[in-house]
């Protein structure tokens, strides 16, 4: 038993003394620090967290910092937080925090759903906090809060997200009162604290100091964290320890120990293990140990605190602010002692070189390297290297050197190359070696070194008359050479060349190429021919048209340095404003944020799915299937939405009560209901926020306010938005947050509001106003109704008076005449003729007035107004006249409801025309037989069809028509409105048809 603990104790012996062994290869990093310049409220960073947001919190000796990559806001006293030494948070429910302070307990902190966080309780009470000194407040597994205090914890109990009981622990099943300074929750229900005792355990209901045999002198333990793993790690103020299967062990770092406190672990994964402490960040990961300190760009001098966010960047809090390593796909290639001057990266088929001002380097294990074989180049500064079998060609400021096993060869000015400061170098498909330089093209064709100058080949045929000169005294930079043996070459200012056998043609701006200031060129895995310019981005050239894509397209600059593609097909592009990568669809700029300084990236080539990179200052390189291509969503939230002039009500359904109680910080919840805001107050501010820390000034929005705008907005990179002179409605305003990669929130940040209309626009104003127009108009219709009814009977009255007293007195006094006439006439003797003709004249007018009289008695008489008083009226008179003549009567006569009234004029036109037209009939027509019909028509018309016919002898209307009786029809009938038309033949009788308009 004892020999095989001895072996594990070997093995893990051997295991840090190998995985230390490799901390001389460690590549460089690059962090990010934030300090007090950039926002951060003060230096000392002891404690870091993420919330569900993605905002990030710091907690210092001197207040606490939230940044959202975007800015810092910060709190002190001033700004509620009663005590400023922050020890550690713990995010409970969405917009809420507990932030643990070193001196009056908990401070709650909530984020209003448009509003700023602010304090709004202090957890102080006895009830619930042992001590208000806390060191550290986290929560386990099943929902249990637990609060490590000065002197000892405090646990708040939950079951089923409900808070049932508090217990408070400072005997510690006898140990006494104890300085708990944190807490970690390992596998089999076992709990470890970091004390000022040492490390306690507490198993089986029971707390029990278990680092007797290693901490003899029992040191406080400072910090304790158990691993996915379940090894636990602590640290007093100078050793570090691990205990493991039951057995403790001292960490040690290249066999000694490591003599300073380690006061934060994060875990990445299941297999890196990530350690702070005094000057440097350990890194344990598959069986090796890293060590990142100032020689490989760490310099703070203790980590405080360390945390992995949801993108997986390492933050680092420090004594002098907060530092943050990204998750990169970028890996940086450390320097050493070698200083950079006009680097370039060279590619050969097996290795990787750089080209330096003082010779050759080679990269192995994350460091640069002199090439040993070519020591002889050291005085030269190497810008390309052709590995031709045997010989070596190096590309240099001194000319071009041939170097091989038997023999080596300078070519420069003296014998015949254009320049000595020579660009690159080239072989064809058919052998010859292309060299470009300073002061023209040359090439090497079977041993013999010609230029454009002073030794051409004769049979060039050039396209245009300073093509020549631009090839035998400009300078020339790059070359590509293609499938068909087609050599690409760029010139400095004078445009692209192409050689195609004997043919040399050049493009210019005629040809679609307008920036002739050529930097970069590439040729890619589909024959299409990339140009980078100086001025003007980049152009694609498919063999007819050149495409351009600049800065409007996503290039982070429009000077390209270099160009490349990886197996992926993603096309990279060096600016001199970092990298950009494109996809076909999305672009990308990679700068400061993975680590790039400097801004020129000079060159860049992919070689075994690597893409490789130099600028002035680095040289590094990029693993395309690394984490940052993770498609982590970024979050959006609402940093403040104000009013211009005034402040959002908040609307919570549950708040903090005076008297605090757990579960109350579980249930604070916002009504979702839209925000009601005042007409006059119609200018509203969204200020929003994406978080996303893999290139933090690369989060992009896109928003729309439904109720008003039509579309969302254009990707832009502004996260606030002013909307003014809303008209009173309905709206929802949204937003979602785009990252570098494209990747959109998996929600927008909605609010609805409403705009109220003023009072007399609002709905039940309106209703008021439209209630009181219909009971004015109402009273007034009444009124004139009224005032209409009282006129009519008054009217109906004098209309009844007349009537009565024309028939009682006129009426009588003309029968009277009549009657005495006819005695005067019947009782008198008169001889004479003519006086007995006249007393008949008289009694005939006095007859005839009594009939007019009759008539307009029963027209002025109320009781006759309705249509069916005329028809009786009518007919008695149809038949009084025509049965006297022997003449048939046929009637067709439409009885109509009995409220049916025609004005008085209508009937009085009417029964004159019927009159006259029955008269007519029975004086002229000889006719047996008259048809007579009278009917209402109910249809659009609305109108009243009078028709007499009759068989008699007719007439010719020829002769008759202007009579008297035919023209007072008309003119009565036009009088009405009505029309009139009388058809008749001698022999074929008479018809009559009135049609008079009902109004």
Same mark, same amino acid.
């Given at each position: ?120 309780y202090t957890i102080k009470e006895k009830e619930y906090l042992i001590d208000p000194r806390v060191n550290q407040i986290k929560r386990d597994k099943y929902g249990n809060i637990w609060i490590c205090t000065e002197v000892g914890i405090t646990k708040w109990l939950f079951e089923n997200n409900s808070f049932t009981k508090v217990i408070h622990e400072t005997n510690f099943d006898g140990l006494g009162e104890l300085q708990v300074y944190n807490v970690s929750f390992g596998q089999n ?68 120990? %490591?003599?300073?406190?380690? @006061?934060?672990?994060?875990?990445? *994964?299941?297999?890196?293990?990530? =350690?702070? &402490?005094?000057? /440097? $960040? ?103 290297? %052709?590995?031709?079998?045997? @010989?070596?060609?190096?590309?240099? *400021?001194?000319?071009?050197?041939? =170097?091989? &096993?038997?023999? /080596? $060869? ?92 004997d043919s040399i043609y050049r493009f210019t701006e005629k040809d679609g190429l307008k920036d002739l200031r050529i930097r970069s060129l590439y040729l890619d895995s589909h024959n299409n021919l990339w140009v980078g310019t100086r001025f003007n981005g980049v152009y694609k050239y498919d063999g007819t048209t050149f495409f351009n894509y600049s800065t409007k397209d996503g290039l982070s600059s429009n000077w390209i340095f270099s160009i490349s593609e990886d197996y992926k097909g ?267 003709e006249k007393l008949e004249r008289i009694e005939n007018t006095a007859r005839e007035l009594v009939d007019k009289m009759s008539d307009i008695v029963w027209m002025i008489n109320p009781g006759n107004d309705t249509f069916n008083d005329a028809l009786l009226k009518m007919k008695d008179y149809a038949l009084n006249i025509l049965e006297s003549k022997n003449i048939d009567i046929a009637f067709d006569l439409d009885e109509v409801e009995k409220n049916f009234v025609l004005p008085m ?95």
């Amino acid at each position: 038993m004892k020999s095989h603990s001895f072996k594990k104790f070997l093995l893990l012996l051997l295991f840090f003394t190998f995985i230390t062994a490799t901390n001389a290869f460690c590549q460089k990093y690059f962090f990010k620090k934030y300090t007090e310049a950039d926002g951060l409220v003060q230096g000392t960073v002891r404690e870091i967290y993420q919330d569900s947001k993605g905002r990030m919190w710091f907690g210092t000796v001197d207040g606490l910092s939230i940044y959202d990559g975007s800015e810092f806001i910060n709190y002190q006293q001033e700004d509620g937080l009663t005590v400023p030494i922050v020890s550690g948070f713990l995010e409970i429910s969405d917009g809420v925090m507990l932030v643990a302070t070193l001196g009056n307990g908990i401070e709650v902190f909530l984020k209003k759903p448009y509003q700023k966080d602010s304090v709004i309780y202090t957890i102080k009470e006895k009830e619930y906090l042992i001590d208000p000194r806390v060191n550290q407040i986290k929560r386990d597994k099943y929902g249990n809060i637990w609060i490590c205090t000065e002197v000892g914890i405090t646990k708040w109990l939950f079951e089923n997200n409900s808070f049932t009981k508090v217990i408070h622990e400072t005997n510690f099943d006898g140990l006494g009162e104890l300085q708990v300074y944190n807490v970690s929750f390992g596998q089999n229900e076992k709990v470890y604290f970091a004390t000022g005792k040492g490390l306690l355990e507490y198993s089986n209901n029971q707390y029990r100091l278990i680092d007797k045999e290693i901490n003899k002198k029992h040191e406080p333990v400072f910090y304790v964290f158990i691993d996915s793993k379940n090894t636990v790690w602590f640290s007093t103020l100078s050793k570090f320890y691990f205990l493991k299967e039951n057995k403790f062990h001292e960490f040690n770092l290249q066999g000694k120990s %490591l003599e300073a406190a380690v @006061n934060a672990i994060s875990e990445r *994964n299941e297999n890196e293990l990530i =350690i702070g &402490s005094l000057g /440097k $960040i350990i890194v344990i990961k598959d069986n090796r140990i890293e060590v990142i300190d100032e020689k490989n760009g760490y310099t703070e001098k203790a980590s405080l605190s360390l945390f992995l966010d949801r993108e997986d960047n390492l933050w680092v809090g420090s004594l002098e602010g907060v530092s943050r390593l990204n998750r990169s796909s970028f890996r940086f290639i450390n320097n050493g002692s070698v200083v950079l001057n006009n680097p370039q990266l060279i590619k050969t088929d097996k290795q990787i070189f750089l080209g330096n001002s003082n010779g050759l380097f080679q990269i192995r294990n994350f460091n640069l390297a002199r090439s040993a074989e070519f020591n002889q180049i050291e005085s030269f500064r190497v810008i390309d290297y %052709l590995k031709e079998g045997h @010989n070596n060609w190096f590309a240099t *400021n001194k000319g071009v050197i041939l =170097i091989n &096993s038997e023999k /080596k $060869i300078i070519y420069n000015e003296l014998n015949s190359l254009p320049h000595n400061f020579v660009y690159s170098i080239a072989k064809d498909l058919t052998g010859i070696i292309w060299i470009l330089t300073q002061g023209g093209l040359a090439y090497i064709k079977n041993g013999v070194l010609y230029n454009f100058k002073t030794k051409s080949e004769s049979g060039w045929k050039f396209s245009d008359l300073n093509c020549q000169n631009i090839l035998s005294s400009t300078s020339i930079r790059k070359v590509v050479v293609d499938s068909q043996n087609t050599k690409w070459i760029t010139t400095w200012r004078d445009g692209l060349v192409r050689i195609r056998n004997d043919s040399i043609y050049r493009f210019t701006e005629k040809d679609g190429l307008k920036d002739l200031r050529i930097r970069s060129l590439y040729l890619d895995s589909h024959n299409n021919l990339w140009v980078g310019t100086r001025f003007n981005g980049v152009y694609k050239y498919d063999g007819t048209t050149f495409f351009n894509y600049s800065t409007k397209d996503g290039l982070s600059s429009n000077w390209i340095f270099s160009i490349s593609e990886d197996y992926k097909g993603n096309y990279w592009f060096c600016t001199s404003k970092g990298i950009c990568r494109y996809d076909g669809k999305n672009w990308i700029i990679f700068g400061a944020a993975d680590g790039i300084y400097g801004g020129e990236i000079l060159n860049c080539f992919s070689k075994d799915s690597i893409v490789w990179f130099n600028s002035w200052e680095q040289i590094f390189y990029y693993l395309p299937d690394a984490t940052d291509e993770q498609k982590i969503k970024p979050t959006v939230f609402f940093k403040q939405i104000s009013l211009l002039e005034d402040k959002l009500q908040t609307h919570e359904e549950n708040f903090l009560p005076y008297k605090f109680t757990p579960s109350q910080l579980l249930n604070i919840k916002f009504k979702s209901d839209p925000v009601e805001i005042n007409y006059s107050n119609n200018t509203i501010i969204f200020e929003f926020s994406g978080t996303s820390y893999v290139g933090e000034k690369q989060v992009y929005y896109i928003y729309k306010l439904d109720g008003f705008d039509k579309n969302w907005t254009e990707k832009a990179s502004r996260n606030y938005v002013t909307y003014t002179h809303l008209p009173p409605g309905n709206y929802t305003f949204s937003v979602y947050s785009i990252n570098r990669f494209g990747e959109r929130s998996e929600t927008p940040a909605t609010f609805s509001f409403t705009i109220l209309s003023p009072f007399w626009l609002r709905w039940w104003f309106l209703a008021s106003v439209i209630l009181l127009f219909i009971l004015l108009i109402s009273s007034i219709n009444y009124l004139v109704y009224k005032s209409k009814i009282k006129e009519a009977l008054r009217i109906e009255k004098i209309r009844s008076k007349i009537s009565t007293d024309l028939h009682d007195e006129i009426g009588t006094s003309l029968s009277s005449i009549a009657i005495f006439t006819e005695l005067v006439k019947r009782e008198g003797k008169f001889k004479d003729e003519k006086m007995k003709e006249k007393l008949e004249r008289i009694e005939n007018t006095a007859r005839e007035l009594v009939d007019k009289m009759s008539d307009i008695v029963w027209m002025i008489n109320p009781g006759n107004d309705t249509f069916n008083d005329a028809l009786l009226k009518m007919k008695d008179y149809a038949l009084n006249i025509l049965e006297s003549k022997n003449i048939d009567i046929a009637f067709d006569l439409d009885e109509v409801e009995k409220n049916f009234v025609l004005p008085m004029e209508l009937r009085r036109n009417l029964l004159l025309i019927f009159k006259e037209l029955i008269t007519n009939a029975a004086k002229y027509s000889n006719a047996s037989l008259v048809r007579i019909g009278l009917k209402v028509i109910n249809d659009d018309s609305h109108k009243i069809v009078l028709v007499v016919e009759d068989d008699g002898i007719g007439f010719d209307l020829n002769l008759t028509l202007n009579g008297n009786g035919i023209n007072n029809i008309r003119q009565r009938t036009k009088n009405i409105g009505g029309t009139c038309k009388i058809v008749s033949a001698k022999g074929q009788g008479t018809k009559a048809t009135v049609e008079i308009p009902i109004l």
